[in-house]
C-alpha cells in the first residue's frame, strides 16, 4: 500500500491533477501574463520515484515561452519549481501591422503525397484498385467522395478512409480512426511520426486542466470541451491535419489525419 501511495504522489506531481493549479496560471507568474490570455501547446512529461519533470510552451500576446516544471517527491511533501524562458527567436508581433504569414516548419521536407495505401493526384480508378488490391472495400458515395473499408496498407491501426474527387483525380486522402483506449498515447506516437518525417507542425491545443486524465479525455472531446490540432503545410499546396476532436455527424470522438485539400474541404470532412 506504502508503494502504491508513492506511485500515485509522484503521478500527481508530474501530470498536474488534483489540487495542483493550471499551466495556464503555472506560467502567469513567469511570463507575465494573465492565465486567461495564455495558450498551452507541445506538452511533454516523464517521472521517476524521486522526481518528475514536464514541459510546455506558453503563448501570450504574439511571444511564446517554453516553461518547465520539476516536481520533487520529500518523505512527507511534495515540491515543485517552475521556470519560464522565451523561446529563441520569439519576439512580440508588430503594434498595429498583421502579423506576416508563419513559415510552414514542414516547407524544406519532401511534401506529402501518400498516405494509406493511396496517392494524392491519382485517378478514382487507380484508387479504387488500390483500395480492392488491400482486401478492402470501395463504395462511392457520389462523384466527389468515396469510401475504401480500410487503408489499402497496413498503416499498424484500424481505420475507415475517405477520399475526396475531383476531375476525377484523388485530391484529399482521410483516414479516421477511434482508438479503444490510450487516446493520449495513441495521439503521441501520431504525431511524433510526423514529425521525425515532416518536422515541428504549426499546433492549437486546447485540453483544459480537468481533461488531463486519460479517464476524462474522452467524455471531454465528446462535449468539445478538448481539442488538438496539428498542421503541416508546403508551399506548393500540400498539407496534412492531425486532429483529435470529435465528429460533427454524431459528435463522436475520434482521431482524424487528413491529407492534401483546402480549407473548405477541410471543413466538409466533418470536423
Known amino acids: 500500500m506504502h508503494v502504491v501511495r508513492r506511485l500515485f504522489l509522484v503521478f500527481m506531481a508530474v501530470l498536474g491533477v488534483g489540487c495542483a493549479p493550471s499551466l495556464e496560471a503555472k506560467s502567469a507568474g513567469e511570463i507575465g501574463c494573465p492565465p486567461e490570455e495564455i495558450e498551452i501547446a507541445n506538452e511533454d512529461g516523464s517521472s521517476g520515484w524521486i522526481q518528475g519533470t514536464s514541459t510546455w510552451v506558453a503563448l501570450c500576446r504574439g511571444r511564446r515561452f517554453v516553461c518547465s516544471e520539476t516536481s520533487t517527491r520529500g518523505e512527507k511533501s511534495l515540491s515543485s519549481q517552475i521556470s ?32 494509406a495505401g493511396f496517392n494524392l493526384g491519382a485517378s478514382s480508378d487507380a484508387s479504387k484498385s488500390a483500395c480492392e488490391r488491400g482486401g478492402k472495400t470501395w463504395t462511392a458515395v457520389d462523384g466527389t467522395r468515396a469510401q475504401c473499408s480500410g487503408p489499402a496498407t497496413d498503416i499498424g491501426f484500424s481505420a475507415e478512409v ?60 465528446r462535449d468539445g470541451t478538448a481539442r488538438m490540432e496539428f498542421s503541416w503545410s508546403w508551399p506548393t499546396g500540400e498539407r496534412i491535419l492531425l486532429v483529435v476532436g470529435r465528429s460533427r455527424a454524431d459528435g463522436k470522438p475520434l482521431v482524424m489525419l487528413r491529407y492534401g485539400g483546402t480549407a473548405t474541404q477541410l471543413n466538409s470532412a466533418g470536423l
Open 162 to 221: 475517405e477520399l475526396t474527387l475531383s476531375e476525377g483525380r484523388t485530391t484529399a486522402i482521410t483516414i479516421v480512426h477511434v482508438p479503444k483506449s490510450g487516446w493520449f498515447a495513441r495521439v503521441k506516437a501520431l504525431k511524433a511520426a510526423l514529425v521525425d518525417k515532416y518536422g515541428n507542425p504549426t499546433d492549437k491545443v486546447t485540453v483544459p486542466f480537468s481533461c488531463r486524465e486519460e479517464s476524462q479525455i474522452e467524455q471531454c472531446l
Open 84 to 115: 519560464c524562458r522565451p523561446e529563441v527567436g520569439s519576439q512580440p508581433a508588430p503594434a498595429q501591422t498583421a502579423p506576416p504569414a508563419a513559415a510552414s516548419p514542414a516547407s524544406s521536407r519532401t511534401p506529402a503525397r501518400a498516405a
